[in-house]
């Protein structure tokens, strides 16, 4: 009789028990890992917006002080005084780029945020400059 009691008394998991915990920390793990990759990758970009914010402080000064109210007069890297191989240096911008004609400032990502853009494009009024974000970086949600 003895022996009959200790296996009713015996406490631990079954193989069932241990499974299930076994599949929903796969599920967890199946969701969070992109959600993870996700976050990283918008992390790394931020060094591009940065990027192209620094070459924007730039020609926002340049149009305040030099533009006389004229975008062209601010749209290459001499005329506003930026150093865009300096702006480019992160590990994360391929490159940094002024329109010339628009003075739109184009900023592109390395392979480790898939070489999406981040473009930031000027206007005009009434003697201030407002600024609009494009680039494909706002489809993939990284800007």
């Not at 402080?57 to 930026?82: H, K, P």
């Not at 990502?109 to 005009?124: E, F, N, R």
Request: net charge positive; proline share 1%.
């Amino acid at each position: 009789m003895k022996g009959i009691n200790q296996i009713k008394n015996a406490k631990g998991f079954t193989l069932i028990e241990l499974m299930i915990v076994v599949a929903i920390i796969g599920i967890l793990a199946a969701i969070a890992l992109p959600a993870y990759q996700q976050y990283t990758k918008k992390a790394r970009f931020a060094e591009v917006v940065l990027a192209a914010s620094n070459v924007k402080t730039s020609i926002d000064t340049c149009f305040q002080t030099r533009g006389a109210g004229v975008l062209t007069n601010c749209s290459t890297a001499a005329l506003v005084g930026a150093d865009l191989t300096g702006a480019a240096n992160g590990t994360h911008v391929s490159k940094v780029e002024i329109d010339a004609s628009t003075a739109a400032i184009t900023a592109t990502g390395a392979a480790s945020v898939d070489g999406k853009t981040y473009i930031l494009t000027p206007s005009a009024a009434n003697g201030t400059l407002t600024w609009a974000q494009t680039g494909d970086c706002v489809a993939a949600g990284l800007c």
